[in-house]
């Protein structure tokens, strides 16, 4: 059925083609992962709005399973990436795999993670899905990512050549490298939580598994970690957002006010930021986190299940990682209350995944499109 979906797109676009001209200020956007305006994406239509008012900006967000939404798929949205110069992704975007697209036309790929720890795209995906994706990215003409040592994998995640990889910064990083945002958006928080202001925060972030979509587990003993914890110590929980709309809120019956479902916050990067610490294990969310030179402790519970029948790594995970990796709810408590000796790590590690840390990767996009 899907792939019916994609060839009726394909030929919608070809008819769009036929119908309208292309044009310069017209722009598709793919945000599949992540459709709020703090996605790289959303940062930079955010940036090009400002720069001109007039260009316009057509958006494919979050599908859903309902017959309206795939109707509009092919019928409309094929018109509206016909129409457009520039096509910014956040995800694969599959119809491409069938598109024969416009001469001059630019695929963005900004990806939705800063940096990677499993292995991703082309690197784990096989049989016919691997076929769609493969011809999907052969469309891409820009792959954008941080630094020389994410080039190498990204490139080979997304079977592209070297002269389609751009080191320009991720664009939705630049917030992390601005004080009076972060002060305006910490104080917008607490305005918000009054409750949890002067409390310490913990943020729990772990990763998207597949076997967890429909049925998401919260592999941290509640009870062993409120009592491990003083009254103080609030733990905001992060799930994936392909993750959390299955939770079980009632697995946090009886521990409310000590561990907050943050899952459907708006804003991550302020999570970030009011956050003392980071509990998470191979989510990219460590790379953003890394500039804030925090606490990061790698609760990774299934590491050997999650190495051999998922996804697997890129590097070896202990000694990868810059900060203690614990496999239960007591080894996660000592690493917490004990004294901090990562210090030097962190900032190691986000050498090798920053070549940029000026705020300045939208604009070094923008100008370079």
Known sequence: MKVIAYVLFSVMYFIG?????VCNDRYFCVMTHDGSSDSSVGVVVKRLKEIDSGRVFYYVRKSDKSRASLIKLIFV??????RSQTILMDNEFLPLAYVKLRKGVKVVQLWHGTGTIKKFGHDVNDGRLLKIVKKADMKITHLIVNSDYTAGLYKRAFGVTDDKVYITGIPRTDVLFNEEIRKNDINAFFNEYMDLKGKKLILYAPTFRDTEVKEPK???DIKEWIDGTDRNTILLLRLHPY???AFDD???KGYEGRIINMSDYADVNTLLFVSSALITDYSSIVFEYILLNRPIYFYAYDLKLFENDSRGF???????VPGPVVRNTKELLSAVAAEDMYGEAR?????RFYKYTDGNSTDRLIKLL
């Open 17 to 21: 083609c036929i119908l309208f001209p």
């Open 77 to 82: 949205k094929s018109i509206e990436m016909a």
């Open 218 to 220: 919260l592999m941290l």
């Open 243 to 245: 993750v959390s709309k």
């Open 250 to 252: 009632n697995m946090l």
């Open 314 to 320: 890129y590097e070896d995970y202990e000694s990868f």
């Open 347 to 351: 900032l190691l590690f986000k050498d």
